[in-house]
């Protein structure tokens, strides 16, 4: 009995979790709309999950973050791609940090770019995302990351003479591939390269390193 | 197999190899990102960070959130890499488990932005493994024992179920994507800068046949895995695929910890008698005394690299025509030259089985014990060594003629 009683409770405990996971997991339906708030309290600590993976589409196009100086003569430096480096370093060995280390510095170019999207779209009513506290914050947050990392790129371009940096720019590339049907035919590698620039911003007291 | 729960531990040897499997997977995780930890976990780390809220959870889960306890994330770290370390080697593994699981939490909420599948399976899996006895013995018997027998099996149960479930759901909803459904998915997805590659994406530009296909087999094998993993039959060849589609994850997209941590998750799948007959090869092994052809020039080059390669000292290098053992002189003429011949303290081993227990000796060669047990167990081993010590081109030298350099 006592044996019976024990495979009983584990089966029954399994299967309890079995449901939890295919109502927090499954689409809306009517399960979801009875049991849902039961299955979010239920998963939402220890067994948060997310198994989109590339799904429903795998993301079109690429953003890539571009950053140029101003020197002390306010004169610009050409436009560069900071992260290069790490990328030609990741393609080249793949048992490395350098892939999480690209997935964070894209992470400011993606937050940046959706924010400022969000932005673009027209808002009509005081709900809208654009006007969200939480769109505010992360555009606060995405862009003084953007900026510190921006200055700290700057400063690290001359390391063994101190360079007066006047002031920084960044902008966002969003880089869309050509479409297969044309990919044989086009020798070019993007269709096309978007651009979302931000306001060039004055160092503090001429930036001096 | 539900009714004999609270009778027995159906999974025990694999339950212990995959705990094994998973804090390893958790150590490298951290290993690979301590040299940027300043820049990744750092006070003034490069991510957009939460906010400690104050909840019971974020007191034991997100304290590195804490703003007085964020410069100290290097505590954390080492530890996390300690109690990983103490779990693989077994010492209090549940207790190292938990310890593992909740220091790894801390981390990644400093960095949510690096996580991706991989982790989320990984800190599911930990989870779930604190119901699993891991530790390779069986509980002892009690009245408390039928239920740490059932509450054990369902859990380890409950891991196959969650790896089932990842690629039912992934491959559900990749049903509603049209570049899925149109076969491209895989040309945009190496066309990325984030996880292409310039040599496949080039491929995948030339031959986009390529795409289709991959495109096709992935959201096959996705909807396939839920089902035929349970099948005895089919689960060696679903295993063999996956493992192709997660390494080319991991090597050609670039998402390495994600591609390990979904290989790994195929161990939960592997029998418990197998499990048990390879952590059995591992253990420390007796003096093996073996007989090489003095007159073959291949076995003899084996048979150095063999003692250099002998940092234990478990293998005494003996001739197959006039050996100075007792044990390999006593046996016929004719079978110590048709195959090698071997003794152990326990007994005696010819042919394939001979090369498997001498490579069992060598440390350099114990990653490739799995794959020598199943080519030993298939029968495919044997098959080929007939073949290679049966081959005119083996013999550089004749019988007591041979001149070794």
């Known amino acids: 009995m006592r044996y019976k009683l024990a495979t009983g409770l584990a089966a029954l405990g399994l299967a309890f979790h079995l449901f939890m996971m295919f109502v927090y997991l499954g689409p809306p339906n009517l399960l979801q709309l009875r049991f849902g708030p039961l299955a979010q309290q239920y998963m939402r600590h220890f067994f948060y999950q997310n198994w989109h993976l590339f799904s429903p589409n795998p993301a079109i196009s690429s953003s890539k973050f571009a950053v140029r100086c101003a020197n002390g003569e306010g004169q ?37 770019k959706e924010v400022a999207l969000s932005e673009m779209k027209p808002c009509e009513d005081k709900g809208c995302i654009a006007n969200s506290a939480f769109n505010r914050e992360i555009k ?69 390193s | 197999m539900i009714q004999s729960w609270s009778r027995r531990e159906c999974f025990l040897h694999t339950a212990k190899l ?64 300690l109690s990983a370390g103490l779990g693989i080697f077994g010492i209090w593994p549940r207790f190292m488990l938990a310890c593992t699981y909740i220091l790894t939490l801390n981390i990644n909420s400093l960095t949510g932005v690096i996580l991706d599948g991989g982790n989320n399976l990984s800190q599911l ?22 239920w740490l027998r059932a509450i054990s099996n369902a859990g380890f149960v409950l891991c196959q179920l969650q790896v089932a479930i990842v690629y039912l ?62 099948s005895r039959r ?31 998750s195929y161990l939960l799948f592997v029998p418990d008698d197998a499990v048990r007959i390879l ?27 063999v003692l250099k390669l002998d940092w234990l000292g478990l293998i005494r290098v003996d001739g197959a025509h006039q050996p100075a053992d007792p044990s390999l002189a006593a046996l016929p003429y004719a079978e110590r030259i048709t195959a090698i011949q071997s003794f152990s303290a326990e007994q005696r081993y010819q042919g394939f089985a001979t090369l498997v227990q001498i490579l069992r000796r060598l440390p350099v060669l114990w990653p490739v014990i799995p794959v020598l047990l199943v080519l030993e ?29």
């Open chain 1, 76 to 112: 610009w430096s050409e436009w560069k791609d900071p992260f290069a480096g790490l990328q030609e370093r990741h393609q080249l060995t793949r048992i490395t940090g350098y892939g999480k280390m690209l997935m964070m510095f894209g992470d400011i170019a993606q937050s940046l």
């Open chain 1, 140 to 208: 606060q947050q995405a862009e003084a990351l953007a900026t510190r990392f921006s200055i700290a790129y700057c400063r690290q371009q001359h390391p063994d003479r101190p360079v007066q940096v006047s002031a920084i720019q960044y902008k966002i590339l969003e880089l869309f591939p050509l479409q297969f049907t044309e990919s044989q035919s086009n020798s070019k590698k993007w269709d096309r390269v978007g651009e979302i620039p931000f306001a060039p911003i004055a160092m503090p007291q001429g930036g001096q």
């Open chain 2, 18 to 81: 995959f705990r094994i499997a998973l804090l390893v997977w958790c150590m490298l995780h951290t290993l690979l990102l301590l040299p940027f930890h300043a820049t990744i976990w750092g006070v003034d780390a490069y991510a957009l960070r939460l906010t400690f809220d104050d909840s019971w959870y974020a007191w034991i889960f997100q304290l590195t959130l804490h703003p007085a306890v964020a410069p100290y994330y290097l505590c954390f770290i080492f530890a996390q890499l």
């Open chain 2, 125 to 146: 899996l930990l989870v779930y493994l604190l119901l699993v006895n891991t530790s390779g013995r069986p509980v002892a018997d009690g009245p408390w024992a039928p």
């Open chain 2, 169 to 230: 759901t992934a491959g559900l909803l990749k049903s509603n994507g049209h570049l899925w459904q149109n076969g491209m998915a895989l040309y945009y997805l190496f066309q990325s800068e984030t996880y292409g590659h310039p040599l496949i994406g080039q491929l995948m530009r030339q031959w986009p046949w390529l795409s289709l296909i991959g495109t096709y087999t992935t959201l096959i094998f996705q909807w396939l895995f839920p089902i035929l993993i349970w």
């Open chain 2, 234 to 264: 089919w689960r060696p060849y679903l295993i063999a695929f996956g493992l192709i589609l997660h390494l080319g994850i991991a090597f050609g997209m670039g998402l390495f910890t994600f591609g390990l941590v979904m290989c790994l």
């Open chain 2, 279 to 305: 952590l059995a090869s591992y253990r420390f092994s007796s003096p093996i005394r073996v007989g090489f052809d003095e007159s073959c020039g291949l076995c003899q080059r084996f048979a150095r690299l």
């Open chain 2, 377 to 405: 167990h298939s029968g495919w081993g044997e098959h080929a060594y007939v073949r290679i010590a049966t081959a005119s081109w083996r013999r550089s030298c004749d019988a007591g003629a041979c001149s070794l350099p």
